[in-house]
């Protein structure tokens, strides 16, 4: 033990000061550390939308694609099945949240997301998507995307 | 891995995963060892380990370099340690497993105060002694005692003063000393 800390220990305990400094460390093996970065990684690539909110962040997604087309003057014509839900992955709309998200109403996402509890630099872009999927109700997300787009 | 190496191949999309493991490889052990000296159980501590990599890898991203990737993630092992202790002290009282060795060490080395005690009384003792300690003050002790870590890093991590840490230490310091002199 440091000095230091020794010291300060005498000064409130002589008691705790005089015992071995030493202690066992619990520590765990090699294996577990592999299975646990494995299972770590998995956890943070396996995909966060959820099920309730789907069609909300289809709906968003569909109507981004219109305006697209609308306000760009293009005369492309969109095939039915581009607006299709069933044909929008999982995975494609976790995408589109992750790239729209800081578009939105920031603070508000913020403010709703005040009791996560993590500290502010935590306050990421995947952080706030996984927490507006799990907690903003799905009237509130869906006037949010409609009233942009 | 340095810390700049690894955050190098974390902002590289190509290399975000090596460069986390390296993270991981980097600092698991540390962490695994603060965190079980802070719960009892191994799964509850691989719970807490997972979560707290999991966080980081959101927001490694943003993590500013005012302070080093320890620190960093150990103020998130921290959060995840005291909301674990919190969420279950009502079922199920969690005893720093570096407590109860201190304690256990302390009672031979006082042998002559607890010679009518058999080991299932000692562990009732001590848990009680334990119970008593509020979790953050516990993980003060935990910290300053066994990590050696200055109350200026300690600060960093528990977003306390040091002054405020100081008392705490104090006062888990005492209430550890009383509890086996005295309960």
Redesign the interface.
Known sequence: ??KE?KDE?RS??S??A???DS??????DEK??SE??D???A??KKPTIRRLLLPAAIAAAAMITIGFFIFSGSDVIIPNQSLSWEEISEDEMEVYLLANVGDHEYDLFADAAKDL???I??Y?D??LT?YIIENVDEDILEEEFLTHY | MSDKEILALFMNPATR?KG??GL??TY??RL??VI??MVKK?DD??DI??NT???A???L????SDSGLFTWLY??AY?ETV?FVNANKKHNAVIP??VV??GA??IV??RADVTEMDGEQIQLKLKKAIDELPPKQRMVFVM???D?LTYDEISNITGTSVGGLKAS??HA??K??EF??ND
């Open positions: 033990m440091k800390i220990l409130i305990s008691v705790l005089d015992l071995p202690m066992d460390s619990k520590s765990a577990y550390f646990m970065q299972e770590v990684i956890r943070v509890d993590l500290s630099d935590l990421d995947e952080t996984d | 995963e986390f493991r991981m490889d698991q052990v695994y060892s079980r000296k191994h501590t691989n380990l997972q990599f999991i966080k890898w959101k927001g991203s943003r993590f500013r103020r998130i959060n909301n497993a570096a060795e201190l060490k302390q080395s006082h300053r005692y066994y050696e230490y104090h310091v005492k550890i000393e086996v002199l």
